[in-house]
C-alpha cells in the first residue's frame, strides 16, 4: 500500500534533504553548473543542493565537482534524467 502511494505521487527520497533546489533540464550542462557554483558559493557549508540534468552530466558533473572541491553525496539515475545531491 505505502509502495503504490510512493509510485502514485512519484515520490523520491533521497539519503540527505537539499537546503536549496537547481535543475537543468532542457538547458546546457555549462550553464547549469554556472548557476549551482554561484549557490553553492553563496551558502553556508552545511548545505545541499540537489542538480537534475540529461545524461551528458555523468560526466560533467563529477569532473565540476572534483575541479570545485565539492561532494557528490548521492547519485540517482531515473530515465535519461540523472539526481545528483552535492555539498561543499
Same mark, same amino acid.
Given at each position: 500500500?505505502?509502495?503504490?502511494?510512493?509510485?502514485?505521487?512519484?515520490?523520491?527520497?533521497f539519503s540527505v534533504y537539499p537546503d536549496?533546489?537547481? *535543475?537543468?533540464?532542457?538547458?546546457?550542462?555549462?550553464?547549469?553548473? *554556472? %548557476?549551482?557554483?554561484?549557490?553553492?558559493? *553563496?551558502?553556508?557549508?552545511?548545505?545541499? $543542493?540537489? $542538480?537534475? %540534468? %540529461?545524461?551528458? $552530466?555523468?560526466?560533467?558533473?563529477?569532473?565540476? $565537482? *572534483?575541479?570545485?572541491?565539492?561532494?557528490?553525496l548521492e547519485t540517482r539515475r531515473e530515465? %535519461?534524467?540523472i539526481h545528483f545531491i552535492l555539498g561543499?
Amino acid at each position: 500500500m505505502l509502495h503504490d502511494k510512493i509510485e502514485e505521487f512519484r515520490i523520491r527520497c533521497f539519503s540527505v534533504y537539499p537546503d536549496h533546489e537547481i *535543475s537543468g533540464i532542457g538547458g546546457e550542462c555549462p550553464e547549469t553548473l *554556472s %548557476n549551482l557554483d554561484e549557490l553553492m558559493q *553563496s551558502t553556508p557549508d552545511d548545505e545541499t $543542493a540537489p $542538480a537534475t %540534468n %540529461n545524461s551528458v $552530466a555523468d560526466k560533467d558533473v563529477p569532473k565540476w $565537482a *572534483s575541479i570545485q572541491g565539492r561532494k557528490i553525496l548521492e547519485t540517482r539515475r531515473e530515465g %535519461n534524467l540523472i539526481h545528483f545531491i552535492l555539498g561543499k
